[in-house]
């Protein structure tokens, strides 16, 4: 398998103000060519600095980068293979959505008749034929986001930039957008590198996924490792909900210094065998789960629960017995930052 990035220990630092913020620090990253890889982080966290640099908008204070094994660290955004999908969609608001979408064959010289050909090819790609000869203004939020789509993948770049491109759709477009796109790079073959804070967006969505903290890449893997297996509290935390113990608790759950045991892994059940009891503090019905907070001596554990064994919620107050097994109990590296 060819690599499509490579991130040698590229750091960028900002100076605003007289002071200096480490917005990406020490990041080496590999991504593979045809692969689906997200960067997923909190706000402020360096993940748009991280997708700048390769896009060639902002250069690195320190460290290479490579695309297509070729060391592009300083080239300028236009001469790199890469195209890259803003939130805001940046669309020509004169120009109609044909030439949008065309725009980058223009400014490259192929004439009008293939442009607004290939044009044609890559709206219909995105399920927009027929819209070619409106402005962006008479579309919906959704579908300006396919032509903007559209528009970044006419020149069949090697790597795709998407800066958390499904933001400003509501819940149930940004679903369906997430599947699309998913099939669509696929059916492309092109790689993708996609930056989102959601974790769902992550998990559902991506071949790897590299978790963002500060500035450094606290983890990187598949959706089912960083879930299952996540090297630090901050990960746990951030993908999915997560239990976490220190100290004399942790050891005694699993003789680590920090654990982690997520909510879906606890079970309710009799006090014979429980590995936990307390009281239940309150609990929420959520539709597909439901999630009951137990006082644990002083710790509060989140247990979720399936509705359908369990119709009734247990009420604030009642004494409730917690199983797991063993396996659900991970040992995290790092303890409380
Ligand atoms: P994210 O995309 O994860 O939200 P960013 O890469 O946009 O994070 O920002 C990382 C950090 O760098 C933040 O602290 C942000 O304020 C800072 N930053 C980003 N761009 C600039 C800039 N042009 N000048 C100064 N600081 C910046
Ligand atoms: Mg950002």
């Given at each position: 398998m060819t690599v499509a990035v490579t991130l040698e220990a590229v750091s960028c630092v900002f100076t605003s103000g007289g002071l200096a913020v480490k917005a990406v620090d020490r990041v080496d990253l590999t991504i593979e060519g045809g692969e689906f890889f997200t960067l997923l982080g909190p706000s402020g966290s360096g993940k748009t600095t991280c997708l700048r640099m390769i896009g060639g908008f902002v250069l690195p204070t320190a460290g290479r980068i490579l695309i297509g094994g070729e060391?592009?660290?300083?080239?300028?955004?236009?001469?790199?293979?890469v195209n890259t999908v803003f939130q805001d969609y940046a669309l020509f608001p004169h120009m109609n959505i044909r030439d949008n979408v065309a725009y980058g064959l223009m400014v490259q010289g192929v004439g009008k008749a293939e442009r607004h050909h290939r044009a044609d090819e890559m709206l219909e790609l995105v399920r927009l034929s027929g819209v070619g000869e409106r402005r962006p203004g008479q579309l919906s939020g959704g579908q300006r986001q396919r032509v903007a789509l559209a528009r970044a993948l006419i020149n069949r770049p090697q790597v795709l930039l998407l800066d958390e491109p499904l933001g400003a759709l509501d819940l149930k477009l940004r679903e369906q957008m997430q599947t699309e796109l998913k099939a669509l790079q696929r059916q492309l073959g092109i790689t993708f590198l996609f930056i989102t804070h959601d974790q769902h967006e992550a998990l559902s969505m991506s071949d790897r996924i590299g978790v963002f903290n500060n500035g450094r890449l606290e983890q990187v893997g598949t959706p089912q490792a960083v879930y299952n297996t996540p090297f630090t509290r901050f990960v746990a935390d951030f993908v999915g909900s997560a239990n976490v113990f220190d100290g004399e608790r942790a050891r005694q759950i699993a003789g680590a210094d920090s654990v982690m045991l997520r909510p879906e892994r606890i079970r309710l059940g009799a006090p014979q065998g429980a590995r936990a009891s307390g009281a239940v503090l309150d609990a929420q019905y959520f539709g597909s789960f439901s999630r009951v907070r137990v006082d644990w001596a002083g710790t509060s554990v989140a247990v979720d629960l399936n509705p359908q064994l369990l119709p009734e919620l247990p009420c604030a107050g009642q004494t409730v017995h917690l199983h797991w097994d063993a396996d659900a109990v991970h040992a995290l590296r790092g303890v409380a930052a």
């Open positions: 060391d592009m660290t300083l080239l300028p955004p236009y001469a790199r293979p």
